[in-house]
């Protein structure tokens, strides 16, 4: 069964950027459809941003204009470019994709935005 996993996160200060990878664990998964999600602690998870199979590109208003997401050409890895990041972005980082009738999500990678 493919997996999804999510890396790139860490400590950053606000303002500055992060680049989040989504690979696939099996080089034939194509992420034709990706979302990205977050977890803030104590909230639940919201959804980020998403790029469908005619990359069409939709954010959240909350990330609108600071974040990009995107895919390499093989489809195999997405990212999610943040840019100007707040406080108020800290959270776990969830990729997920449509597999079959079910979506695969991948274990999360922490972004914590403090000075």
């Known amino acids: 069964q493919v997996q999804l996993v999510e890396s790139g996160g860490g400590l950053v200060q606000p303002g500055g950027s992060l680049r989040l990878s989504c690979a696939a664990s099996?080089?034939?998964?194509?992420?034709?459809?990706m979302n990205w999600y977050r977890q803030a602690p104590g909230k639940e998870r919201e959804w980020v941003a998403n790029?469908?199979?005619?990359?069409?590109?939709h954010y959240a208003d909350s990330v609108k204009g600071r974040f990009t997401i995107s895919r390499n050409s093989n489809k195999d890895t997405g990212y999610l470019q943040m840019n100007s990041l707040k406080p108020e972005d800290t959270a776990v980082y969830f990729c997920?994709?449509?597999?079959?009738?079910?979506?695969?999500w991948g274990q999360g990678t922490l972004v914590t935005v403090s000075p």
């Open positions: 099996r080089g034939t998964f194509k992420l034709n459809v």
């Open positions: 790029i469908n199979s005619l990359d069409n590109i």
């Open positions: 997920n994709a449509p597999a079959g009738l079910n979506f695969v």
